[in-house]
């Protein structure tokens, strides 16, 4: 099968780990920066659809689009799907200072892709990660939630993994690997 697919991110992380994903598979996958309209939802998927949609239409071609959603359960899920807006207004210390007195440090990622070809409806492939927020943030740099979370099997926040291991954790998640099979099986 030799197919080409456009990944619409410009986070070359979230790239490296679909290009890893389809080695050897005949599908090349083609990196494309472009603003897509977030549209305000708090449901990641929602996000994801709308997004991968609209970025199809303007393209002509299959493409494909990752969103992703961080859960703080001490703060009732916030930040949530908000998160790439929050990191622009918000420090590591913002979320500190929200944290004040609470004990529960869970962090649930609920991650999404949606693949949608012009004209069609978007298929969805959702999965989760698991971690903890840090006690302190990292001083090392990143976006707030790099310098915070601290993915399950880790003892410090991202922002302090090197990338390799880093590509090796968001390679584990369920979401490219769900789309591979149904995208190798069509």
Same mark, same amino acid.
């Given at each position: 099968?030799?197919?080409?697919?456009?990944?619409?991110?410009?986070?070359?992380?979230?790239?490296?780990?679909?290009?890893?994903?389809?080695?050897?598979?005949?599908?090349?996958?083609? @990196? $494309?920066?472009?603003?897509?309209?977030? /549209?305000?939802?708090?449901?990641?998927?929602?996000?994801? $659809?709308?997004?991968?949609?609209?970025?199809? !239409?303007?393209? &002509? $071609?299959?493409?494909?689009?990752?969103?992703?959603?961080? *859960? /703080?359960?001490?703060?009732?899920?916030?930040? &949530? %799907?908000? #998160?790439? *807006?929050? +990191?622009?207004?918000?420090?590591?210390?913002?979320?500190? +200072?929200?944290?004040?007195?609470?004990?529960?440090?869970?962090? #649930?990622? =609920?991650?999404?892709?949606?693949?949608?070809?012009?004209?069609? !409806? %978007? /298929?969805? *492939?959702?999965?989760?990660?698991? &971690?903890?927020?840090?006690? !302190?943030?990292?001083?090392?740099?990143?976006? %707030? #939630?790099?310098?915070?979370?601290?993915? @399950?099997?880790?003892?410090?926040? /991202?922002? !302090?993994?090197?990338?390799? =291991?880093?590509?090796?954790?968001?390679?584990? &998640?369920?979401?490219?690997?769900? *789309?591979?099979?149904? #995208?190798?099986?069509?």
């Amino acid at each position: 099968m030799d197919k080409v697919l456009v990944y619409v991110t410009g986070n070359e992380i979230k790239f490296n780990v679909g290009t890893e994903t389809f080695v050897n598979t005949g599908i090349t996958l083609l @990196q $494309k920066k472009l603003d897509t309209p977030e /549209i305000q939802s708090k449901s990641v998927e929602e996000v994801a $659809k709308y997004s991968a949609s609209w970025a199809s !239409e303007k393209l &002509g $071609k299959p493409v494909i689009v990752t969103d992703a959603g961080f *859960f /703080i359960e001490a703060l009732n899920g916030f930040p &949530g %799907p908000f #998160i790439k *807006f929050i +990191n622009q207004c918000f420090s590591a210390e913002d979320y500190m +200072n929200l944290m004040k007195g609470k004990t529960n440090r869970r962090i #649930i990622i =609920q991650d999404c892709l949606a693949y949608c070809s012009p004209n069609e !409806e %978007p /298929i969805v *492939f959702t999965g989760s990660y698991v &971690g903890e927020l840090a006690i !302190e943030p990292s001083t090392k740099p990143g976006t %707030p #939630i790099d310098r915070l979370f601290i993915p @399950q099997g880790f003892s410090v926040p /991202i922002s !302090e993994i090197p990338e390799e =291991q880093m590509l090796a954790y968001w390679s584990s &998640g369920e979401i490219m690997s769900k *789309f591979k099979e149904y #995208i190798l099986n069509r």
